[in-house]
């Protein structure tokens, strides 16, 4: 239960960066509400899954959904710029949390 967690708050993560995005420094209503309520979400899930997992690992995981579906959502949705390089750079994000996830997870 805890890895779903993890994964829920990662993608939370990626709200709380999508709604940032469009908050307009704070200046929109709507998107600006959405970040603080996703940052909410996502810091809590993670304050809960820590309960049992290791800090290292869990962190990592989390930040590596969220560095990742945050590029992944700019580069689809956003129209930003996709090339080899990133492609490259996401594929190790994903390689060094599933390294650290076989490496031991939880207690």
Known sequence: MAWLMIIVAGLFEVA???SLKHSNGFSAL???IGFFVFAVLSFG???LA???LEI???YAVWTGIGAVG???LGM???GEDVSLLKIAS???ILLGVVGLNLAGGSH
Do not use: C, E, H, Q
């Open 16 to 18: 709380m960066a999508y």
């Open 30 to 32: 709507l998107p600006s």
């Open 45 to 47: 899930l993670l304050a």
């Open 50 to 52: 820590l309960r049992t």
């Open 56 to 58: 290292g690992t869990a």
């Open 70 to 72: 945050t590029a992944a």
């Open 76 to 78: 689809i949705v956003l």
């Open 90 to 92: 996401i594929a190790l």
